[in-house]
């Protein structure tokens, strides 16, 4: 599904059905989810159109940078490095190219965004919010709701602690897909209050390709690696 292609453009499976069809320079797009339909007239016969996976914080409405996971305890010894597989929601961009540059024509998900707080009610952050089962190696996933992310965690601290979440800024996501989504991540654990979360700008398999993402469609600065530092516990 995700990638590149021509007009005129059709992707149609159980629950989802995007077309860009028309002639004499009036296109129109169509797209068709989970019962939700959406029709969008196009001045253009030239040009591309691109489906990608985008930052999963667009839906209903941007409300927050900031996507937490939330998965089963896992107890880390001292000075350890392990690597999990968890998932996170997927939400989908479609953009027109044309002469190099990108427009975000539609954003669309086939799951039911949810949010929650990270921290105190007074200064805590709110966060895109998501449950995943704990994965020893890359899980079968329906490609067009969920992603793999492969979390390496660092304890650091000098005893044992339990992690049970993860909050990363999305702003400074590195989406790869192919045959699946993929993001990396490294967290490194200080105490049980604190951690430093990393985005890795890596693939998690070979012959996948970036992501068109909306931070970078809209021109903004996004730099190699955007660190989060939480401080509100990574359990709980």
């Known amino acids: 599904?995700?990638?590149?292609?021509?007009f005129p453009f059709k992707y149609e499976?159980?629950?989802?059905?995007?077309?860009?069809a028309g002639e004499?320079?009036?296109?129109?797009?169509?797209?068709?989810?989970?019962?939700?339909?959406?029709?969008?007239?196009?001045?253009?016969t030239q040009g591309k159109v691109m489906i990608s996976p985008v930052?999963?914080?667009?839906l209903p409405q941007e409300v927050t940078p900031y996507l937490e996971i939330r998965f089963t305890p896992v107890a880390c010894e001292p000075d350890s490095v392990q690597t999990l597989y968890l998932t996170f929601p997927v939400e989908i961009g479609v953009?027109?190219?044309?002469?190099?540059?990108?427009?975000?024509?539609?954003?669309?998900?086939?799951?039911?965004?949810k949010y929650s707080l990270?921290?105190?009610?007074?200064?805590?952050?709110?966060?895109?919010?998501?449950?995943?089962d704990?994965?020893?190696g890359i899980p079968e996933i329906d490609l067009v709701r969920e992603g793999v992310l492969s979390l390496t965690i660092r304890n650091s601290s000098r005893g044992w602690v339990e992690v049970s979440r993860v909050v990363m800024d999305c702003t400074?996501?590195?989406?790869?897909?192919?045959?699946?989504?993929?993001?990396?991540?490294?967290?490194?654990?200080?105490s049980r209050d604190l951690a430093d979360v990393r985005i890795g700008d890596k693939p998690l398999c070979t012959g996948m390709f970036p992501a068109t993402l909306l931070a970078r469609a809209r021109m903004r600065f996004i730099p190699e690696t955007l660190p989060f530092m939480m401080e509100y516990g990574v359990g709980g």
């Not at 009036?26 to 253009?44: A, I």
């Open 172 to 190: 400074g996501f590195v989406l790869f897909c192919g045959d699946m989504v993929s993001l990396t991540a490294r967290m490194e654990v200080l």
């Open 95 to 113: 953009f027109l190219e044309a002469k190099g540059s990108y427009d975000v024509l539609d954003i669309f998900t086939l799951t039911s965004p």
């Open 134 to 136: 704990v994965f020893p």
């Open 13 to 20: 499976s159980e629950n989802l059905s995007l077309s860009i």
């Open 24 to 44: 004499r320079g009036l296109l129109t797009y169509k797209r068709r989810c989970l019962g939700e339909e959406v029709t969008k007239l196009l001045g253009t």
């Open 1 to 6: 599904m995700f990638g590149e292609y021509d």
């Open 55 to 58: 930052e999963p914080i667009n």
């Open 118 to 132: 990270y921290g105190t009610p007074v200064e805590g952050i709110i966060t895109r919010y998501h449950e995943s």
